[in-house]
């Protein structure tokens, strides 16, 4: 789950608000907030999702460190 907390920065660093982010990616504003707070891990489904969404690798997404925030950011 800390991995997947990294869509928190990924949002952030890509300028976007929770409910914005939800909306255009076309996933529920709740269940990306608990994505973001690792009480619930995106199935394979929703990681492409986000990843095509935030034009990243779902490997980006899965990453610890500050690597995706910077990707997303350039």
Not at 51 to 66: E, H, K, M
């Amino acid at each position: 789950t800390e991995a997947i907390m990294s869509l928190r920065a990924i949002r952030l660093a890509a300028g976007k608000g929770l409910n914005q982010t939800a909306r255009e990616a076309g996933v529920p504003a709740p269940r990306l907030s608990q994505w973001e707070t690792g009480k619930v891990t995106p199935d394979t489904k929703n990681l492409v999702k986000l990843a095509a969404f935030y034009g990243c690798t779902v490997d980006a997404l899965l990453r610890q460190d500050d690597a995706p925030a910077a990707e997303v950011a350039s």
